[in-house]
């Protein structure tokens, strides 16, 4: 018999946007071509969980989270640091099955893979350029983005079927999410395969509470 089981998490981690084929000029203009990426974007995702046995050794585990990503680019003059972030919020929805492994240990290792949708919240583009910051708003951020989780954890089962929950997972765009800069005159040479596609590396710990109904029964 299926049984479903809820929980929190918290998730931090770093994040960034690919930018292939034609880099990143025609999203975010010419005038950032010269920062590098001297540190990651703190990243984090805040939200809830359910997990629905499938059976002994796969679960099927939906979830949603108030997530941020973007990127942190940055350059060091003698004389100033220049910082350039984006910041994107996200309603993001993960779609997971979890494959579990030496399941008669208190502790097992488990395999993560499925799909995610997010829809965006808000995005924002912070410059700061000697010592003072603009805050603006960035408009050619789509409001949807799709793609691809896949990780590896490991479950600590604790009493009633509860248990911490922690897992090491990447988040992998699969479509653009992004369209061109204001401005901004494409080639025409042909169709472009200019793509800008989210990337997040994220450590999240989780807490699924104890099997109520199991408890009760008990009784």
Not at 155 to 172: E, H, K, P, V
Request: aromatic share 16%.
């Amino acid at each position: 018999m299926q049984k479903a089981q809820f929980g929190i998490k918290s998730v931090a981690g770093a994040s960034d946007i690919i930018f292939a084929v034609e880099g990143q000029s025609p999203y975010l203009g010419y005038e950032v071509d010269h920062m590098t990426h001297n540190y990651p974007l703190f990243s984090y995702q805040l939200g809830f969980f359910s997990v629905i046995d499938l059976n002994s050794h796969f679960d099927f585990q939906p979830e949603i989270q108030f997530a941020r990503q973007g990127i942190n680019y940055n350059i060091n003059f003698p004389y100033d640091e220049v910082v350039y972030q984006l910041h994107l919020w996200y309603l993001h929805i993960p779609l997971l099955f979890r494959y579990k492994m030496a399941l008669k240990k208190k502790s097992h290792p488990v395999l993560l893979l499925g799909p995610y949708a997010s829809l965006k919240l808000k995005g924002t583009r912070i410059t700061e350029y000697d010592g003072e910051q603009t805050i603006e708003s960035m408009n050619n951020v789509r409001d949807f983005d799709f793609g691809l989780t896949f990780g590896f954890g490991y479950d600590f089962n604790l009493a009633q079927g509860a248990s911490i929950m922690t897992d090491l997972r990447c988040n992998y765009g699969l479509m653009n999410m992004m369209d061109y800069a204001e401005g901004h005159i494409p080639d025409y040479d042909g169709p472009t395969n200019t793509k800008a596609r989210n990337l997040s590396l994220m450590l999240m710990v989780g807490y699924r509470f104890a099997n109520f109904s199991k408890k009760e029964k008990a009784k």
